[in-house]
């Protein structure tokens, strides 16, 4: 029997909320699908579309975007930006074809270990049906 | 009408008083009807100048180049450049008043209205005429454009030349100007994004099928990135070689420089190119078209920023190119905005 497909999930972690998030789901020892490459961005704010085309084409089956919750930001406002550009990059990758499952966002305080966890269940459980994202892959 | 004679009257004032440091409109090319650029700086060369639907051009980009020349000029002239701009190129140049890359005082905006016309769309053109050469080009008050050929006069509905842009233009008048030549009416346009309207209700796999078909053909020529007044930066994410790497780069320099995308124009680099444009042109594009017209390959491009300025009107209630005093589209948010998407 062929392997299980085993998607790979890029998240941009804000440094300030997510982060923590994904280190207390650590270091509270919770269980996890360990599909998920976490990259620390400074801001979800910061996150420009241009990281999201470019793990696409790197080979990424799924992307995520997390920041801190709206009125938590470190910077008072990076996350506000974030989620307008975010549901651009969104739309704009549902209208070339892409399956919009592929590419998410989530707000994730420091405190939400749990619900960080819940995420990339639920994300890897999605991708698991989608198959290899193939589409936007480079090849060489 | 736009009366050709007032227009170039204001422009032989505008010169003789030396007002401005020069006109940019259009003039008669060599290529049958087609107009090109003119640089006018001789007020007895305003003869020259001249404007009707086959004027498709967005004069604004030269504004950019203008800037560029006078930051390297020793003793630059600081009277403002003349530029005769239609409706849309208006709103070019509104977007590039809002982004503070151009001032108000270094231009002078001889606006002309499209009025219920618009301009031609040169590929629809000659397939209607079937190889002939129009020799004229009219419009005429009912809607219907009246075009001189060898053969004589033929009468062709509006909506079979007209640039698929002018159909749903918003404003086919100037929103901006210092003198404005021709009235202010506008053209009736019932559907705003009509020209997404049949793309939308594909499927996903058929919309993957049709952008994975037409950007393969994308040979990366970057006509689209030249010609458009909003592409202006001076370096861009999509370049590569602005990075010489001699022998006196160090190894932390090349690290540094991210190669986002390759050159080489296969599928994966070609989407990345053309989604980061999108992108970067979502609430700043006004719709002028000219990336779609000067793509040697014919991909339509227009397709893929006109569902970014529909997207913006839908979730942000954001409308490009009317007011220079509103925050840009990204730069800016409101408490309210959809957040439905977001877990």
Same mark, same amino acid.
């Given at each position: 029997m062929a392997e299980e497909f085993e998607p790979k999930i890029v998240a941009f972690l804000c440094k300030w909320c997510s982060s923590a998030g994904s280190d207390l789901a650590g270091v509270s020892r919770m269980e996890y699908p360990p599909n998920v490459v976490p990259i620390t961005v400074m801001c979800s704010g910061s996150v420009?579309?241009?990281?999201?085309?470019?793990?696409?084409?790197?080979?990424?089956?799924?992307?995520?975007?997390?920041?801190?919750?709206?009125?938590?930001c470190h910077y008072i406002k990076g996350n506000f930006y974030a989620r307008r550009r975010i549901a651009l990059v969104k739309k704009l990758l549902d209208y070339i074809g892409l399956e919009p499952q592929r590419f998410q966002m989530s707000w994730v305080s420091a405190a939400e270990g749990k619900?960080?966890?819940?995420?990339?269940?639920?994300?890897?459980?999605e991708l698991k049906p989608l198959g290899p994202q193939t589409k936007l892959r480079s090849n060489s | 009408m736009v009366n050709l004679e007032d227009l170039k009257n204001e422009a032989h004032k505008l010169l003789k008083e030396g007002t401005v440091k020069y006109i940019i409109g259009y003039e008669r090319g060599t290529n049958g009807l087609l107009p090109i650029p003119a640089f006018i700086k001789n007020p007895e060369d305003v003869e020259r100048l001249i404007w009707d639907p086959t004027c498709v051009f967005n004069l604004t980009r030269f504004l950019v180049d203008e800037k560029r020349r006078k930051a390297s000029e020793k003793e630059p002239d600081e009277r403002p450049v003349g530029v005769i701009v239609k409706g849309c190129d208006s709103r070019a140049l509104v977007v590039l008043l809002q982004e503070k890359f151009i001032n108000r005082d270094d231009v002078y905006i001889l606006g002309v209205s499209c009025e219920e016309a618009g301009v031609l769309d040169e590929k629809k053109l000659a397939k209607t005429l079937k190889g002939k050469k129009a020799k004229n080009i009219e419009f005429t008050k009912n809607d219907n454009f009246v075009v001189m050929t060898e053969d004589g006069k033929t009468e062709i509905s509006a909506k079979e030349i007209l640039a698929e842009r002018c159909l749903e233009c918003k404003a086919n008048f100037p929103v901006i100007y210092d003198i404005l030549l021709g009235e202010k009416v506008k053209r009736k346009s019932d559907k705003p994004f009509g020209s997404l309207e049949k793309f939308e209700s594909l499927s996903k796999e058929e919309r993957w099928t049709f952008w994975k078909e037409q950007l393969d053909k994308c040979i990366r020529c970057? @006509?689209?990135?030249s010609v458009c007044p909003m592409c202006y930066c001076d370096e861009c994410v999509a370049d590569t &070689?602005?990075? #010489?790497?001699?022998?006196?780069?160090t190894a932390e320099e090349k690290a540094?420089?991210?190669?986002? @995308?390759?050159?080489?124009?296969?599928?994966?680099?070609?989407?990345?190119?053309?989604?980061?444009?999108? &992108?970067?042109? #979502?609430?700043r594009c006004i719709d002028c078209g000219e990336c779609e017209r000067v793509c040697p390959l014919d991909i339509p491009l227009r397709l893929l920023n006109k569902k970014l300025e529909k997207e913006a009107k839908e979730l942000f209630d954001y409308e490009v190119g009317f007011d220079p005093d509103q925050p840009s589209l990204v730069s800016s948010?409101?408490?309210?905005?959809?957040?439905?998407?977001?877990?």
């Open positions: 420009s579309p241009l990281y999201i085309f470019s793990a696409f084409k790197r080979g990424a089956d799924g992307v995520l975007v997390s920041g801190c919750h709206p009125g938590d619900k960080y966890t819940q995420i990339i269940k639920d994300f890897v459980q | 970057y @006509a689209c990135r &070689i602005n990075f #010489a790497v001699t022998a006196d780069t540094q420089k991210i190669k986002w @995308a390759e050159k080489s124009p296969v599928t994966s680099e070609n989407f990345v190119y053309h989604l980061v444009r999108a &992108i970067h042109l #979502a609430g948010f409101k408490d309210e905005d959809p957040e439905d998407f977001i877990r």
